[in-house]
């Protein structure tokens, strides 16, 4: 054993994990056929040293490759950080890219300049098709905002919108997604610079074997994998470790997904979040997460089940709105006010789904979600905070 570390604790309390140095290692070596890093690189981490992903990314592979690392002063520093450092590549949370990529939206629609800016892209990408690439000059702005020697980001631990990856992509900053958990040293699957599927998190590394256990007939069940990267097992927990583990020696990560004929790995949800309804259907709550988060005054929510009575389970969304934005949009209201107008948008969004999908109630607030050190929402926190407000 070479370090202890504890799980982020989104779903569940926290576990304590045994690695070593052989896992962390091989997971450092695999990466380096993923991403490149030279010595020209510097990379910002802002991520806490003991987070898996930033540990092996950030500060083991960029010294592997002879990288340079420079530390960020903290969350709100990290746009000027990457001007001061000229950070090349940045290892971030979703989070933090989708906040970056609302406020350039909404900074280009106050200028008008969102119009604009649509029309260049379809020129860039025009070029593309010519192997002429200009958008580090058409998008310059854009690029200043990243301190202007961005080229990458890479990032796991949740999905990013499909709307904030082309975006990012059509203004030329690669965005590169990596699947993992600290019990696997961290990462099992990550796209590569040259071959990628957006909505993906990457194919598998060397050294792994990555399978759906018990798939359904879309092709759907648990991610398992085997790997010199697993851990040794649960600190003092004989059980968790025998639980966390099948009976031919594969790590269960509790995630819900399927891999794809070209063997992208595509996750649906975590295990535990799945929402069962009284009529056996099951209804993945990040898939309507996504669908919430891209209204435009929407800065995070959750989506969980709540059981109206002994034959009912509907589905809820506790939505987090900013206040700037929601009051640009529908004037100065009461919060009772905004909450008739969100509700509207979600039954849009309710329209294009099938009907067991619907969201049937929402909270909303402008109080952030409590989150880990790395920004994810604690998911079960959340939802007993509104189990207790329905009592």
């Not at 052989?22 to 030279?38: D, L, P, R």
């Not at 008008?112 to 690439?133: E, F, P, Q, T």
């Not at 904030?164 to 990596?178: D, R």
């Amino acid at each position: 054993m070479n370090i202890m570390l504890f799980t982020s604790g989104t779903t569940d309390k926290s576990k304590i994990v045994m690695l070593t140095q052989a896992g962390i290692m091989s997971n450092v070596y695999s990466i380096q056929f993923h991403v490149e890093i030279t010595t020209k690189d510097t990379l910002l981490s802002f991520l806490p040293i003991h987070h898996t992903f930033e540990n092996t990314i950030t500060i083991l592979l960029s010294m592997y490759k002879g990288g340079t690392v420079a530390f960020c002063d903290g969350l709100r520093y990290i746009a000027d950080n990457l001007k001061e450092y000229k950070i090349t590549i940045f290892v971030a949370v979703p989070l933090v890219m989708e906040t970056m990529y609302k406020k350039i939206q909404k900074g280009l629609a106050e200028k008008g300049k969102d119009k604009l800016i649509a029309k260049m892209i379809k020129i860039s990408n025009a070029l593309l098709k010519l192997h002429i690439d200009l958008r580090k000059v058409i998008f310059k702005p854009i690029h200043a905002v990243f301190g202007g020697h961005l080229k990458k980001v890479l990032y796991g631990s949740a999905s990013i919108s499909k709307d904030t990856i082309t975006a990012y992509n059509n203004w030329g900053i690669n965005l590169i997604q990596g699947y993992g958990l600290t019990e696997t040293s961290p990462v099992l699957t990550a796209e590569s610079e040259t071959r990628h599927k957006i909505g993906s998190a990457g194919f598998c590394i060397l050294n792994q074997e990555l399978k759906i256990e018990n798939p359904d007939k879309d092709g759907i069940g648990e991610i398992v994998a085997k790997g010199k990267n697993i851990m040794l097992g649960y600190y003092n927990d004989e059980e968790k470790t025998k639980e966390a583990f099948t009976e031919d020696g594969f790590f269960k990560t509790g995630d819900y997904g399927y891999i794809d004929k070209d063997g992208f790995l595509f996750i649906t949800g975590r295990k535990k979040d799945i929402i069962v309804l009284k009529n056996g259907k099951n209804v993945y709550p990040q898939e309507l997460e996504f669908l919430i988060t891209k209204l435009d005054y929407v800065l995070e929510c959750i989506v969980f089940p709540r059981n109206k009575d002994k034959t009912d389970t509907v589905i809820q969304a506790k939505i987090v709105y900013d206040k700037d934005r929601i009051k640009q949009i529908y004037g100065e209201k009461t919060e009772e006010e905004y909450k008739k107008d969100i509700w509207k948008d979600i039954k849009e969004i309710n329209k294009d789904l099938v009907t067991y999908k619907h969201i049937k109630e929402i909270e909303i607030t402008d109080i952030p979600m409590e989150k880990t050190t790395t920004q994810k929402i604690k998911r079960y926190v959340e939802i007993e905070k509104e189990k207790e407000n329905k009592k």
